[in-house]
């Protein structure tokens, strides 16, 4: 799967983040009633893989790490199917995997070419063994030629046909990309309002191997049904998944299959048990305070939801499910309630109340900037030009280092991206280090750069089976290509450059690969 990174270093945004998802669900059900992974069915928080030609059909020894599914690229455009792809369904069936396709999107735009490539996606997996009524993901992003800058409007368009080509087949369809792809190039809400809860949402804590999610660094959005947050999941390099709800097919959406256990669960409370909610009656809404304005979200019936804290109000019991989310008791069954702590709304999630005021600082709590006045410009460096992108009011982002520029802080958010600091709220300021962008950055003006016009061929050194990525210029200024060089092939190289003692290659144009994986012949 490619992932294309436009905000180099990864954007850390914290669990600061409205968005529900954000809290911890829970999987743990009464003995009676838990549903095991099977081949048409993976419950909320499991693990899952996406697999494509670079790895191999056999899938045991990710299904030995925990993956309860596996998402197999299938095809791109009209004339491209990935040859391991009905070894790969047919391991991953062999394995008790819940079995996904997903197709590697070149339409950009264009919503006739997306209904072609829709039905060669469904016709390569039909040809491959995927099961009637799986899903089938448009990978929709950088690389290949796809144009993702067409408009966000007409590229949504392309993606709908896409996806109710795939739906008119009987398939179930999802769309996947990178976080900042889906928040300033695809209107998801409009996706979201014919197919809800159908995006898989690719956003990295960091880059290499990542055993675990980390929910601190979750891309709230929406609508998320998968979070892939890696791109080698516990050391099998390998793309990593976790659900954020149940999985099946022969069903209409990403939910699982009703189960009935032996026991009805009421609307009450118990003092036994680990501090979990299970919503009981209906759907319940999210609340940014309790008894407060709402998120505009929802957490579905007989859904369970780790607790953090509680709080009465006028009588009744709201408990909290993450940072400023908050759910009323007289839907749910709590478990546990003794020993969940008594909190303040009010002090605790002080942006409830917006006490956070635009530039201002704390030395307590972690590195973190809130953006307080509206949105905020993201600039190269300190009050320099800025890479197009915004911050939007409320989000949150772990702040790496900070530095003053005619008497205003500016904040680091990412390699080579700055904030400033007239329009946030940050806390821990005293444990941010003070840092010289222009020294700390030097891909920006090369200041710290040694490179030579060295010319010659070498070949990829990594992993038998699997490539390194091709990126787009070099140090902190690169970016993703889409593309991967496998494994012992060789390349002609161009120039040898050098930033903060880092080797790169170019390989043609502004095509760089990383010298550490690079062997010259």
Request: charged share 10%.
């Amino acid at each position: 799967m490619r992932f294309s990174k436009k905000l180099i270093g990864v954007l850390a945004c914290t669990s600061a983040l409205a968005g529900v998802s954000v809290a911890a669900n829970v999987d743990s059900h009464s003995s009676k009633a838990v549903v095991q992974a099977a081949t048409n069915y993976a419950p909320s928080r499991s693990y899952g893989v996406d697999v494509s030609s670079f790895q191999s059909t056999n899938l045991s020894a990710h299904a030995q790490a925990g993956a309860q599914f596996a998402i197999v690229k299938v095809s791109e455009g009209t004339s491209y199917r990935n040859p391991n792809a009905a070894g790969q369904i047919s391991s991953a069936k062999a394995n008790n995997m819940l079995p996904m396709a997903y197709h590697f999107a070149i339409f950009g735009n264009n919503a006739s070419a997306a209904q072609a490539e829709a039905r060669y996606a469904v016709s390569s997996a039909q040809a491959y063994g995927l099961p009637k009524g799986s899903y089938i993901v448009c990978d929709w992003e950088t690389g290949d030629g796809n144009n993702v800058n067409g408009g966000a409007a007409a590229s949504t368009n392309a993606i709908l046909s896409f996806m109710n080509t795939v739906k008119a087949s009987g398939y179930q369809p999802m769309l996947y990309s990178g976080a900042y792809l889906l928040r300033n190039n695809i209107n998801t809400s409009s996706i979201l309002a014919k197919y809800p809860n159908s995006l898989w949402v690719a956003s990295y804590a960091t880059m290499g191997r990542i055993d675990t999610p980390d929910f601190n660094y979750f891309p709230s959005m929406d609508g998320i049904a998968i979070w892939q947050f890696t791109d080698n999941w516990r050391g099998l390099y390998v793309d990593g998944n976790i659900s954020l709800l149940p999985l099946s097919y022969n069903s209409s959406s990403s939910q699982a299959p009703a189960t009935t256990p032996t026991n009805t669960v009421k609307v009450g409370t118990s003092n036994s048990g680990s501090p979990v909610a299970q919503v009981v009656s209906g759907s319940v809404a999210v609340h940014r305070t309790p008894n407060g304005a709402t998120t505009g979200q929802t957490l579905g019936a007989n859904s369970r939801w780790q607790v953090t804290g509680r709080q009465q109000v006028n009588g009744s019991w709201w408990y909290r499910v993450g940072s400023n989310q908050w759910i009323d008791g007289r839907s749910l069954y709590v478990t546990g309630v003794s020993s969940i702590p008594v909190v303040n709304a009010t002090s605790n999630n002080s942006s409830s109340n917006n006490t956070a005021q635009a530039g201002t600082t704390s030395n307590s709590g972690s590195p973190v900037a809130k953006v307080v006045s509206g949105s905020v410009a993201v600039h190269r460096t300190p009050n320099g030009a800025t890479t197009g992108q915004t911050l939007g009011t409320n989000s949150s982002w772990k702040v790496t280092g900070k530095q003053q520029v005619n008497g205003s802080w500016w904040y680091r958010v990412g390699t080579n991206q700055w904030i400033d600091g007239r329009s946030l709220y940050v806390t821990g300021v005293s444990s941010i280090p003070v840092v010289n962008a222009t020294s700390n950055n030097s891909s920006s003006n090369n200041t710290n750069s040694n490179s030579n016009a060295t010319s010659g061929v070498g070949h990829i050194n990594y992993v038998p089976g699997y490539g390194i990525n091709l990126w787009i210029g070099y140090g902190s200024d690169a970016h993703w290509s889409g593309r991967r060089l496998p494994h012992g092939t060789r390349w002609k190289f161009y120039k040898k450059v050098t930033v903060n003692g880092k080797t790169w290659y170019n390989l043609g144009g502004n095509q760089w690969i990383d010298g550490a994986y690079f062997v010259v012949d």
